[in-house]
């Protein structure tokens, strides 16, 4: 059955009519990118994307990602029109009001059918990579008769102009994921006006120069989009499909003008666009036989999801793909066993070391993770337990060369993690989170389960000096919502850390992980899961309790070590490991005062900021850190130069006690 | 004078000899890098450097750039050899020792000739094309006469595949930056190994896309060399010169692999190099010959800038010119009369726009401001005063489209800084610092007038919802030494923090502005100069004082307003605005203490994290913020749905006082 291009032009004024009625009852939105991309995306979504709106997590459905999320009101409208369940008229007449899913950008976590949550730009594309990574790997995991569909995304001018553009298209394009598809909303617009204030480039060729397949369209001619989106789908390569547009399509007076791009159009403009456009419908009402056409192919849609669904269940695969997709982690899976040889046998390693030893059983036990690091794989000591790269050649791969791409990484990560199916975790140094901390941001907001193994994690690193050295980064990190820091103090702990981040379905984690050797802490096979309240003590006061030392990571061992001689001169000093404050916040208060008793002088140590530590020591305890920008030379010379060590700090705190 | 093939290797072979020395020394660093661009960088600075090694500062030098700067001891040997004062022979035998100017990476505040700190991938290019801005703006003031000088950058393929690269050459190639040229190592080797492990990208194709000019040459044959750098000169537009070289060149049995990338090639691979090179001399020595060829042109150099010397003191503008490069501010500069105007005329504006008016006398009273905006001009108001877009045909404008490039756009701004000038100033939301932190971390770091100004600053944006309203932003910035993060409460103080922030020679800023209109806090005339401590008391307690209320920004306004309402109850309440923490902090205990004493509840009022307010307030105090992320909704709604008003907090207040 195919609609014919009057009523296509009417499906697509549709959107414009939503988008434009929309964002002027809020006040407020960009109208111009939804009326210049709705002939292109009606084409996509009524004709190409493979989806069941009664369904949105079917789980081989496309993806479809919305890099430019400023243009919201197209997505709205398209999962509305299309027939999703959500949003209803009323949500997009709330569009961006409280409690509205239709928030001023999409949100993966308010609206199914939003496979990410966009508008930072450039990271939509971006996780789109990781989606279609996901799906390949998937598919050599599962086979075509369960996993085989598309990636699709519709992305600006400042999508392409972003630097992560750069990493994540060559990420792509190194592993020939063909089944990727952009369409690029080219309309030489962008907030400030002409695209020519701020850009010369050649986009198509710089596409062709990353291995990327390319062609282009007439955005507003059916026809010539479904030949190019037909083209892309031919091509083995990621396609870019550069769909020369008009901005704000249909508004007579601003279309084509930067005026349309993050303004309402005001009433009067949108009158003479309803006429432009032969829309004679009412703000927000659809006339019934548009919504029909949007949702022609629904039954179809439909039983290609029933049909797929019998594939499932006649695979013999159901239980293991369903428990992936689920995100569950198998029920036998535990580290224990792994933990209880490290009790019986003692060693000094670093955090670093500690990781790749446990992510040597952890790849071993389970199916779903997938390493990677920027470049510093002998490092970051990602690739363990036997996994092989994943490549163009081999989807099958676990382990990602994600080359001196940090953000590209970290946003590969997130669709991965968004797509499903695996558990993505990347290593870079704690110090280039400052590289991918926009996209750390989003595995927070969107609650995926991205592990970043950050080594390298103090002055500790030594000589590479203080562009390489971690100040500021713990903490500053612990500050971002949803999102768990893990500072580990051993190889045990180090254990524990991974297991409660592969456990934690809806948070990514932050593993801060040291270059430098550090002793055992625990050997006792009962003392185990000690991680998991955020904060222990490891050290409890042998005379009257005066002090509490608080630490993290490689600090805990100088706290134990001030403990030790606090305790020869007859004062009661306990040491708690402070793995996770996110965690240990979220205790009882009883337990907080427990571990960390007011009535002690509090003192924490931790080889970074003294910012934030009076939330642990009050403002009359001793905060032991450093407050400016490291040096360069040996790891030992520089714990004594910052005054990181027993002799320097035992001193400070008999001050304190005495003073 | 020439010199012979024979003796520019043993040129070049100094350069390996220092690099692997100094390396095994150290047991710590990267001789690949130096050893395989050695040859071209000894054309480079043999033949083509302006430079006068006498006066490391001379204006007019050309500026060169290391941005693969893990390869540090390049730079070291070829200031040493080339005869600058530092670094002396035993500074490289120190290497990455404490004290030494040859930290693990280059840091131009350590050593002269050493223009900017690198190491942070990609971040050496993108500020070298700062540089090279601030390079064609003062060759449109001052003249061919006194400002004519090239850029040259030596990078890797990392800082090629880093994101900021596509930034960083889209701004070049956008402004024909023609005097500015890239050496690039194509040695095929990154940390992980062969580059085919992650990309697959034709680099050449990509920068030709983006307006550059590029040119190959075996970076091991010095006449090849010399034929390209000739080539790239004669261009007008930026150039690559792809220099293919063999990574470690001259270690016999690790050259061309990764084993040469980061670590110490072993004295026995050294003793065999020596032999391979016909480097008979030892271990940090250096043959009279050598050093002879290195500064055989030296004396010239010396005229070069005698001649330009002449130049200067003839050209009437030397006061001016030096004025501009020392960075002083004239003397006559004030915003005294501006700020008794709004005394005179108190307004309500958003501290964006405020910022638009202390920067439309700025930029009429100052001839060094340059301002840009990554692509939200209208939005971050940043461009004031009449100043025009600084252009390709028009380097004379003090105004930069920067597209959608936040992370180019403030390296660039560190570029300008470092080269000295112009005062740089950017802006885009604050939430987006998040693009650009591993540069704003680098201002601080190399102590540049970096001046950020980010707006939109907390939830108070409305409805663009979560993925746009910082949370953890201002006070993660504020952990960044050297940084001074502002958040000004009104117009008045945004003028005083412009003024703080354009008289801070050796600070970056950032400025912390709303998207909402404020209220002006203060009318009188003599009440000026209140930000430079970094708080101070806007409202006394009327009543006995029992509660201090410290706020930033807007919500200094909610918090006058929770006082006003304690003081209807008789409770003393006194209002600070502590409008940048950092200027707070270095005040004395005793101001310290008469701003927010320690006998009262002590009370913080920010519309972000509460993470790290206990400094101030203690932990029996209130902390007032948001820990979570934000929602997309009017700012009236939002203000109210995170409790933060009047309302909202009074009881808190009460409740505490009473519990």
């Given at each position: 059955?195919?609609?014919?291009?009057?009523?296509?032009?009417?499906?697509?004024?549709?959107?414009?009519?939503?988008?434009?009625?929309?964002v002027?009852?809020?006040n407020s939105g960009h109208p111009g990118?939804?009326?210049?991309?709705?002939?292109?995306?009606?084409?996509?979504?009524?004709?190409?994307?493979?989806?069941?709106?009664?369904?949105?997590?079917?789980?081989?459905?496309?993806?479809?990602?919305?890099?430019?999320?400023?243009?919201?009101?197209?997505?709205?409208?398209?999962?509305?029109?299309?027939?999703?369940?959500?949003?209803?008229?009323?949500?997009?007449?709330?569009?961006?009001?409280?409690?509205?899913?239709?928030?001023?950008?999409?949100?993966?976590?308010?609206?199914?059918?939003?496979?990410?949550?966009?508008?930072?730009?450039?990271?939509?594309?971006?996780?789109?990579?990781?989606?279609?990574?996901?799906?390949?790997?998937?598919?050599?995991?599962?086979?075509?008769?369960?996993?085989?569909?598309?990636?699709?995304?519709?992305?600006?001018?400042?999508?392409?102009?972003?630097?992560?553009?750069?990493?994540?298209?060559?990420?792509?394009?190194?592993?020939?994921?063909?089944?990727?598809?952009?369409?690029?909303?080219?309309?030489?617009?962008?907030?400030?006006?002409?695209?020519?204030?701020?850009?010369?480039?050649?986009?198509?060729?710089?596409?062709?120069?990353?291995?990327?397949?390319?062609?282009?369209?007439?955005?507003?001619?059916?026809?010539?989009?479904?030949?190019?989106?037909?083209?892309?789908?031919?091509?083995?390569?990621?396609?870019?499909?550069?769909?020369?547009?008009?901005?704000?399509?249909?508004?007579?007076?601003?279309?084509?003008?930067s005026a349309t791009h993050g303004a309402p159009l005001g009433?009067?403009?949108?009158?003479?666009?309803?006429?432009?456009?032969?829309?004679?419908?009412?703000?927000?009402?659809?006339?019934?036989?548009?919504?029909?056409?949007?949702?022609?192919?629904?039954?179809?849609?439909?039983?290609?999801?029933?049909?797929?669904?019998?594939?499932?269940?006649?695979?013999?695969?159901?239980?293991?793909?369903?428990?992936?997709?689920?995100?569950?982690?198998?029920?036998?899976?535990?580290?224990?066993?792994?933990?209880?040889?490290?009790?019986?046998?003692?060693?000094?390693?670093?955090?670093?070391?500690?990781?790749?030893?446990?992510?040597?059983?952890?790849?071993?036990?389970?199916?779903?993770?997938?390493?990677?690091?920027?470049?510093?794989?002998?490092?970051?000591?990602?690739?363990?337990?036997?996994?092989?790269?994943?490549?163009?050649?081999?989807?099958?791969?676990?382990?990602?060369?994600?080359?001196?791409?940090?953000?590209?990484?970290?946003?590969?990560?997130?669709?991965?993690?968004?797509?499903?199916?695996?558990?993505?975790?990347?290593?870079?140094?704690?110090?280039?989170?400052?590289?991918?901390?926009?996209?750390?941001?989003?595995?927070?907001?969107?609650?995926?389960?991205?592990?970043?193994?950050?080594?390298?994690?103090?002055?500790?690193?030594?000589?590479?000096?203080?562009?390489?050295?971690?100040?500021?980064?713990?903490?500053?990190?612990?500050?971002?919502?949803?999102?768990?820091?893990?500072?580990?103090?051993?190889?045990?702990?180090?254990?524990?850390?991974?297991?409660?981040?592969?456990?934690?379905?809806?948070?990514?984690?932050?593993?801060?992980?040291?270059?430098?050797?550090?002793?055992?802490?625990?050997?006792?096979?009962?003392?185990?899961?000690?991680?998991?309240?955020?904060?222990?003590?490891?050290?409890?006061?042998?005379?009257?309790?005066?002090?509490?030392?608080?630490?993290?990571?490689?600090?805990?061992?100088?706290?134990?070590?001030?403990?030790?001689?606090?305790?020869?001169?007859?004062?009661?000093?306990?040491?708690?490991?402070?793995?996770?404050?996110?965690?240990?916040?979220?205790?009882?208060?009883?337990?907080?005062?427990?571990?960390?008793?007011?009535?002690?002088?509090?003192?924490?140590?931790?080889?970074?900021?003294?910012?934030?530590?009076?939330?642990?020591?009050?403002?009359?305890?001793?905060?032991?850190?450093?407050?400016?920008?490291?040096?360069?030379?040996?790891?030992?010379?520089?714990?004594?130069?910052?005054?990181?060590?027993?002799?320097?700090?035992?001193?400070?705190?008999?001050?304190?006690?005495?003073?």
């Open positions: 059955m195919t609609i014919d291009t009057a009523r296509m032009v009417q499906m697509a004024n549709a959107i414009r009519a939503l988008s434009m009625d929309a002027q009852a809020a990118m939804p009326m210049g991309m709705a002939d292109a995306a009606t084409v996509l979504w009524s004709e190409y994307l493979r989806h069941d709106p009664k369904a949105p997590d079917w789980a081989d459905r496309d993806r479809f990602v919305l890099s430019a999320g400023h243009g919201s009101m197209l997505i709205y409208s398209l999962l509305h029109l299309a027939g999703y369940e959500q949003p209803k008229i009323e949500d997009i007449r709330n569009f961006r009001q409280i409690g509205s899913p239709c928030a001023g950008h999409p949100e993966n976590f308010l609206l199914p059918g939003v496979e990410c949550t966009t508008g930072p730009l450039g990271q939509g594309l971006a996780m789109a990579v990781g989606m279609a990574i996901a799906e390949r790997h998937l598919n050599s995991a599962f086979g075509n008769a369960l996993v085989d569909h598309k990636t699709w995304v519709i992305a600006g001018d400042g999508c392409l102009m972003e630097g992560i553009n750069h990493e994540a298209i060559g990420i792509a394009g190194h592993l020939k994921l063909g089944r990727m598809n952009v369409l690029w909303d080219d309309n030489n617009i962008t907030i400030d006006g002409s695209t020519d204030l701020s850009t010369s480039e050649d986009i198509k060729a710089r596409y062709e120069a990353t291995g990327w397949h390319v062609t282009t369209c007439n955005g507003h001619d059916f026809d010539d989009i479904r030949r190019a989106l037909d083209e892309a789908q031919a091509d083995e390569r990621p396609s870019l499909i550069a769909c020369k547009t008009v901005i704000g399509k249909g508004a007579p007076t601003k279309q084509g003008t009433d009067e403009e949108i009158a003479a666009a309803r006429e432009v456009l032969g829309w004679d419908a009412k703000a927000f009402e659809i006339p019934e036989q548009v919504y029909a056409d949007w949702r022609a192919k629904n039954a179809d849609h439909a039983k290609a999801r029933d049909e797929w669904q019998d594939r499932l269940n006649a695979s013999g695969q159901r239980k293991e793909f369903e428990r992936r997709m689920a995100g569950d982690l198998p029920e036998s899976f535990s580290l224990d066993n792994y933990i209880q040889k490290l009790m019986a046998e003692p060693q000094k390693v670093a955090t670093r070391k500690a990781s790749e030893m446990a992510l040597a059983q952890i790849n071993g036990k389970l199916t779903e993770t997938i390493g990677g690091s920027a470049d510093l794989t002998g490092s970051n000591n990602t690739k363990a337990g036997g996994i092989g790269p994943l490549t163009a050649d081999d989807y099958s791969g676990r382990y990602i060369y994600y080359g001196i791409r940090e953000f590209g990484m970290a946003a590969a990560m997130n669709g991965m993690a968004l797509h499903g199916g695996v558990i993505p975790y990347g290593g870079t140094f704690l110090v280039f989170t400052d590289y991918c901390r926009a996209a750390i941001r989003l595995s927070a907001l969107q609650q995926t389960r991205a592990i970043y193994v950050m080594t390298h994690d103090s002055i500790g690193l030594g000589e590479d000096g203080p562009t390489h050295q971690p100040i500021e980064h713990v903490q500053s990190l612990r500050m971002i919502p949803n999102l768990l820091v893990m500072r580990p103090a051993d190889v045990v702990e180090t254990a524990e850390c991974w297991e409660i981040a592969l456990r934690e379905k809806d948070r990514p984690t932050v593993l801060a992980l040291t270059r430098q050797g550090l002793p055992q802490l625990r050997n006792a096979p009962d003392e185990t899961d000690m991680c998991s309240k955020g904060a222990y003590r490891l050290k409890k006061s042998s005379n009257a309790h005066k002090v509490t030392l608080v630490a993290s990571g490689s600090e805990v061992h100088v706290a134990l070590e001030c403990a030790e001689r606090l305790e020869k001169e007859g004062i009661g000093a306990s040491v708690v490991s402070i793995v996770c404050t996110q965690l240990f916040d979220e205790q009882s208060a009883d337990y907080r005062a427990d571990m960390i008793p007011a009535n002690t002088l509090r003192v924490s140590v931790e080889a970074g900021t003294t910012f934030g530590w009076e939330r642990y020591t009050g403002t009359d305890g001793l905060n032991i850190g450093i407050d400016r920008f490291g040096a360069s030379a040996p790891a030992g010379d520089l714990f004594k130069k910052f005054g990181l060590t027993a002799d320097d700090i035992v001193p400070q705190i008999m001050n304190k006690l005495n003073g």
